[in-house]
């Protein structure tokens, strides 16, 4: 079983790769039509699927329990649907 010290490493990690995504995500906001751009959710599609591998290995190895773990993935979730939003409200036509 890991210890504290490993587990809150382990956390910071997928925090860290979370901002890491968001970053990314956010960089493509400037340069693409998201709302309309396959691009951008193919992206999000396989940096949301790296993701999840990446919390399921920490909660098998007791890196992270799983509450934490579905938490995780589900801010990150919730974090790319509010950048989606953003951009769609951007890009809609004004009436």
Do not use: W
């Amino acid at each position: 079983m890991a210890d504290l010290s490993e587990r809150q490493n382990a956390r910071k990690a997928l925090e860290d790769d979370a901002e890491n995504i968001i970053r990314l995500v956010g960089k493509q906001q400037v340069s693409l039509c998201l709302s309309q751009c396959p691009a951008f959710e193919e992206v999000v599609d396989t940096q949301m699927f790296g993701y999840s591998k990446e919390v399921t290995f920490a909660i098998r190895t007791s890196m992270v329990d799983s509450k934490t773990g579905h938490n995780l993935v589900r801010d990150l979730e919730k974090r790319l649907n509010e950048i989606y939003n953003e951009s769609f409200e951007k890009q809609r036509p004004k009436k």
